[in-house]
């Protein structure tokens, strides 16, 4: 890898990299807003925004972290930590109660990684190219398990819906389903972060050619080892006290602006979580590396299946009233089968134009208008 460390100048904040961090003076104003108890709507808003600088933050460190490793730990780095700050958030949503807001997060990341950063990867790469090409086999290897955990990700929702009470309604805040389906969605993330475990070894040691070998081409800062750990710990506790916050006032936001807890935890939250990544995509989409770009966008929604869902169900054993289930509402259903039945074809010749681009992000803007109106 290359050192280029940048300077902190006007040129740097302007460049792709540079302009989240221009957003951290937010970091403190969220704060100092729910101190004095500003309108929550603002509140909200401010603290979405101010989580974007410390993912972005965070995903540097890790990089930095992961070229100073070596390729196995630092590919390990890169998966650990790619969804953290989705996590820290949901977390927080947990400890709070609004289970349904984090299933509905959970959702969004999926459904946003797989339509909205690939489609937009592809339209922005592919405008001034005829196509562009990237690994089919890896691509395919990764939405397999991504089927794989969509599959997994249903089953409670189908045992509810023949066995129990039936889905939770788009504007629930937490519903309690009991034992028995409790039971099966710990089972089942048991299960999902197994094969979730076993992918790693896979990706990363007995197959591990097939898997981007352009992440360790990336430009990196120079940072230390201590440097990046350092950050690392700051970006974690910065990330902490905004979800905090933000988590804080989503449901007085939610009823000051008239959108649903679930729209503003499927779009909103999903989206602010890992805003910085998803920009990435379209960056290095752009510069015809569309190998990184697929593997951004369909690896970051694997792992929220296969690892984020499966710890925020163990966690809620000890968060938040009661075990999370994993029974997903009817357009959260929708969503998961079509996104991952869409990403699955069109990344299955290994090549992609920018009107494939077009039509993955027209089926996220009609799935977006119906949880608007859900």
């Given at each position: 890898m290359s050192s280029n460390t940048p300077r902190l100048n006007a040129a740097f904040f302007r460049s792709a990299y540079g302009w989240p961090y221009l957003l951290a003076p937010l970091i403190p104003v969220a704060v100092a807003l729910e101190l004095i108890h500003a309108p929550a709507t603002v509140v909200f808003a401010i603290s979405a925004l101010g989580i974007i600088p410390t993912a972005a933050l965070m995903g540097r460190a890790t990089e930095e972290l992961a070229a100073k490793s070596g390729p196995g730990i630092g590919?390990?780095?890169?998966?650990?930590?790619?969804?953290?700050?989705?996590?820290?958030?949901?977390?927080?949503a947990l400890g709070s109660g609004l289970q349904e807001v984090v299933k509905a997060s959970l959702v969004g990341s999926i459904v946003g990684n797989m339509l909205l950063v690939l489609g937009a990867s592809m339209l922005v790469g592919g405008l001034k190219r005829d196509k562009q090409t990237f690994n089919r086999t890896s691509a395919s290897v990764q939405t397999t398990m991504l089927m794989l955990a969509g599959g997994a990700l249903l089953m409670p929702a189908i045992f509810e819906l023949v066995e129990g009470k039936g889905l939770p309604a788009p504007g629930a805040e937490a519903v309690n389903y009991g034992g028995t389906v409790e039971h099966l969605s710990l089972a089942v993330a048991i299960v999902l972060i197994a094969t979730y475990v076993?992918?790693?070894?896979f990706s990363m040691k007995t197959h591990r050619a097939l898997f981007n070998p352009e992440y360790e081409e990336e430009d990196t800062w120079g940072w230390s080892v201590r440097t990046s750990v350092i950050a690392l710990a700051i970006a974690g506790v910065l990330v902490g006290v905004m979800s905090e916050v933000l988590v804080g006032s989503i449901t007085e936001a939610s009823e000051s602006v008239g959108l649903s807890e679930f729209f503003i935890g499927v779009i909103v939250v999903a989206i602010v979580g890992n805003a910085a990544e998803h920009w990435v995509a379209v960056l290095?989409?752009?510069?015809?590396?569309?190998d990184l770009a697929v593997n951004i966008a369909i690896g970051s929604s694997a792992q929220i299946a296969l690892f984020v869902a499966p710890v925020l169900v163990l966690a809620?054993?000890?968060?938040?009233?009661?075990?999370l289930a994993l029974v997903f509402n009817g357009f959260e259903l929708g969503a998961i089968l079509l996104a991952i039945l869409v990403g699955n074809h069109v990344t299955a010749d290994?090549?992609?134009?920018?009107?494939?681009?077009?039509?993955?992000?027209?089926?996220?803007?009609?799935l977006a208008l119906a949880f608007y109106f859900a």
């Amino acid at each position: 890898m290359s050192s280029n460390t940048p300077r902190l100048n006007a040129a740097f904040f302007r460049s792709a990299y540079g302009w989240p961090y221009l957003l951290a003076p937010l970091i403190p104003v969220a704060v100092a807003l729910e101190l004095i108890h500003a309108p929550a709507t603002v509140v909200f808003a401010i603290s979405a925004l101010g989580i974007i600088p410390t993912a972005a933050l965070m995903g540097r460190a890790t990089e930095e972290l992961a070229a100073k490793s070596g390729p196995g730990i630092g590919g390990f780095l890169n998966v650990t930590f790619g969804n953290a700050p989705e996590l820290i958030i949901a977390l927080f949503a947990l400890g709070s109660g609004l289970q349904e807001v984090v299933k509905a997060s959970l959702v969004g990341s999926i459904v946003g990684n797989m339509l909205l950063v690939l489609g937009a990867s592809m339209l922005v790469g592919g405008l001034k190219r005829d196509k562009q090409t990237f690994n089919r086999t890896s691509a395919s290897v990764q939405t397999t398990m991504l089927m794989l955990a969509g599959g997994a990700l249903l089953m409670p929702a189908i045992f509810e819906l023949v066995e129990g009470k039936g889905l939770p309604a788009p504007g629930a805040e937490a519903v309690n389903y009991g034992g028995t389906v409790e039971h099966l969605s710990l089972a089942v993330a048991i299960v999902l972060i197994a094969t979730y475990v076993i992918g790693l070894v896979f990706s990363m040691k007995t197959h591990r050619a097939l898997f981007n070998p352009e992440y360790e081409e990336e430009d990196t800062w120079g940072w230390s080892v201590r440097t990046s750990v350092i950050a690392l710990a700051i970006a974690g506790v910065l990330v902490g006290v905004m979800s905090e916050v933000l988590v804080g006032s989503i449901t007085e936001a939610s009823e000051s602006v008239g959108l649903s807890e679930f729209f503003i935890g499927v779009i909103v939250v999903a989206i602010v979580g890992n805003a910085a990544e998803h920009w990435v995509a379209v960056l290095v989409a752009r510069k015809d590396k569309m190998d990184l770009a697929v593997n951004i966008a369909i690896g970051s929604s694997a792992q929220i299946a296969l690892f984020v869902a499966p710890v925020l169900v163990l966690a809620s054993f000890f968060l938040g009233p009661h075990p999370l289930a994993l029974v997903f509402n009817g357009f959260e259903l929708g969503a998961i089968l079509l996104a991952i039945l869409v990403g699955n074809h069109v990344t299955a010749d290994g090549e992609s134009n920018w009107f494939e681009g077009v039509q993955l992000l027209a089926l996220y803007f009609v799935l977006a208008l119906a949880f608007y109106f859900a």
